[in-house]
């Protein structure tokens, strides 16, 4: 996994020092590439704080190979230059041999991605077989999506709406995504 390059935090410890206090902190559980994505389109917006809570001990590559797309690798931009170098430099087939079978089974959670205080995106939202390569595609859109939304917040009272756009933009192409790669995959199988 890359690293933020150094212009781009260099870039935001020089905005600090000008900027007014922080008036909302988003806790990001998880440390996938949803929630770094996220995470890291959040440091641009100068009155949110951000906090990456992760369970494992260190970051490292894990599972399959994933296939990033057009509307991804234009999300990864958005959502800064960092994710998107980081992406580029690391990028790689799929070397692993072991792990060439794994696929994560695929699922339709409920009928809403948001409840109270607490969204979710990727593949806590909605996990996919492979058979049309666009989990880590959809998990990238819905970073950007949902730090572009709480961007524009100004206060704490304006996250349910933010979480609520979110949740209406993202939950049908998601949830169409999902249930169109398990069609592609019964062809297929």
Same mark, same amino acid.
């Given at each position: 996994?890359?690293?933020?390059?150094?212009?781009?935090?260099? @870039?935001?410890?020089?905005?600090?020092?000008?900027?007014?206090?922080?008036?909302?902190?988003?806790?990001?559980?998880?440390?996938?590439?949803?929630?770094?994505?996220?995470?890291?389109?959040?440091? *641009?917006?100068?009155?949110?704080?951000?906090?990456?809570?992760?369970?494992?001990?260190?970051?490292?590559?894990?599972?399959?190979?994933?296939?990033?797309?057009?509307?991804?690798?234009?999300?990864?931009?958005?959502?800064?230059?960092?994710?998107?170098?980081?992406?580029? *430099?690391?990028?790689?087939?799929?070397?692993?041999?072991?792990? #060439?079978?794994?696929?994560?089974?695929?699922?339709?959670?409920?009928?809403?991605?948001?409840?109270?205080?607490? #969204?979710?995106?990727?593949?806590?939202?909605?996990?996919?077989?492979?058979?049309?390569?666009?989990?880590?595609?959809?998990?990238?859109?819905?970073?950007?999506?949902? @730090?572009?939304?709480?961007?524009?917040?100004?206060?704490?009272?304006?996250?349910?709406?933010?979480?609520?756009?979110?949740?209406?933009?993202?939950?049908?192409?998601?949830?169409?995504?999902?249930?169109?790669?398990? @069609?592609?995959?019964?062809?297929?199988?």
């Amino acid at each position: 996994m890359g690293s933020i390059p150094a212009d781009h935090t260099d @870039e935001r410890a020089r905005s600090q020092s000008s900027e007014s206090p922080k008036t909302t902190t988003i806790a990001v559980i998880g440390g996938g590439i949803s929630g770094l994505c996220c995470a890291i389109g959040l440091l *641009k917006h100068h009155h949110i704080d951000v906090q990456i809570y992760e369970a494992a001990h260190a970051f490292g590559e894990i599972g399959t190979g994933l296939t990033v797309g057009p509307n991804a690798n234009r999300a990864l931009e958005l959502v800064g230059p960092g994710p998107k170098a980081a992406f580029d *430099k690391c990028r790689t087939g799929d070397l692993w041999q072991s792990h #060439a079978n794994m696929y994560t089974e695929n699922r339709v959670v409920g009928d809403c991605y948001i409840k109270g205080r607490v #969204a979710i995106l990727g593949d806590a939202a909605h996990a996919t077989t492979p058979y049309q390569g666009q989990g880590a595609g959809q998990a990238i859109e819905d970073a950007m999506v949902l @730090e572009a939304l709480l961007g524009k917040t100004k206060s704490i009272e304006h996250i349910p709406d933010a979480f609520a756009a979110y949740d209406q933009i993202r939950r049908p192409r998601t949830q169409r995504m999902v249930t169109t790669s398990r @069609e592609s995959g019964q062809l297929l199988c």
